[in-house]
């Protein structure tokens, strides 16, 4: 069964940190890319940040400088290192897998919620 399981979110102040997990199960095989993207209640999704299989590394403007994603990829995870959070950084925020055949999946969501 292909599970994506998130941890790390939370409830943290203005100018605060936190640090997203998603491990990907076993049975998914041959990850390429893996990603965080992120969705604030009645906006669209939106990527936060992406990293190839090699570390190539793509981020959204509003993120830069400030987060940083980084993966495992003998444990099939991947992190997202929240530094200087703001109250616009407050969404639930969901981790994607492709797979070189093309096939892609989606983490259950984790909320993370910065207080001014």
């Known amino acids: 069964q292909v599970q994506l399981v998130e941890s790390g979110g939370g409830l943290v102040q203005a100018g605060g940190s936190l640090r997203l997990s998603c491990a990907a199960s076993?049975?998914?095989?041959?990850?390429?890319?893996m990603g965080w993207y992120r969705q604030a209640p009645g906006k669209q999704r939106e990527l936060v940040a992406t990293?190839?299989?090699?570390?190539?590394?793509n981020y959204a403007d509003s993120v830069k400088g400030r987060f940083t994603i980084s993966r495992d990829n003998a444990k099939n995870t991947v992190y997202l290192q929240m530094n200087s959070l703001k109250s616009e950084d407050t969404a639930d925020y969901y981790c994607?897998?492709?797979?070189?055949?093309?096939?892609?999946?989606w983490g259950q969501g984790t909320q993370v919620t910065v207080s001014s």
């Open positions: 994607n897998v492709k797979t070189v055949g093309g096939s892609g999946y």
């Open positions: 076993q049975s998914i095989f041959r990850i390429n890319d």
């Open positions: 990293i190839t299989r090699g570390g190539t590394t």
